[in-house]
């Protein structure tokens, strides 16, 4: 299985498997918080499924897993429906934060997430790790991407938490939804401003002009 076919199957199961099931316990008259203390250890089902097939986990899967033990130890330790609603929206401040702090680190994030979508689809078939190394102008632009990427999730999280505790608890999840389609294109555009004119796409862009005078 691609990638992109990889991370769209996670996304279905993440997000749209909670949401689905969380309605059809409500409908079954089972109360709001047991039904989403139940569908908030779903997510977990991927990142296990990961650990399992990988038995040793990369950066990514390091990321993901110590996200989901978080959160399935604060879904155990909360009582309140609301909190339990909001805690996504914290978590995607913590990961936010992650990115940020990453940014100033190794290779960052928004490059080890990207290159499983990106590497030899965009730009020179060189390995990205190569470019890593003889590029400064490309470590410079996922640094870039990287800051931006963390931005993203601390301005969804505050609109998490916000509508968490605002509005009817039966409408959040399937509003978190929309929420999630909207903020990936929101995302996308706002990475592609920056990533279309760096010249990341374009193979005899300068940001390449490394590679061909080495």
Known sequence: MSARARGLLTLVVDVGVPIGLYYLLRAADVGAYAALLICSFIPGLSVVS????????DRIGLFMTTMMLIGAAVSLLVHDPRLLLAKDGWFMAVGGLWFLVSARGGKPL??????LLLEGRVGPHESWDVLWERL??????WR???????????????????????????VVPGLGAVQYAVWL???????NLYLVPSG???RCSKLYAGLRHA
Do not use: C, E, K
């Open 185 to 191: 294109v929101l995302m996308q555009v706002a990475l």
């Open 200 to 202: 990341l796409y374009n």
């Open 144 to 170: 870039v991407a990287t800051v931006i990427y963390g931005l993203g999730l601390i301005v969804d999280a505050g609109v998490r938490v916000v509508i968490a505790h605002t509005l009817p608890i039966d």
């Open 136 to 141: 400064p102008g490309f470590r410079r632009v």
């Open 50 to 57: 990961d650990l399992v097939r990988r038995r040793r986990p």
């Open 110 to 115: 928004g490059f080890v997430f990207s290159r």
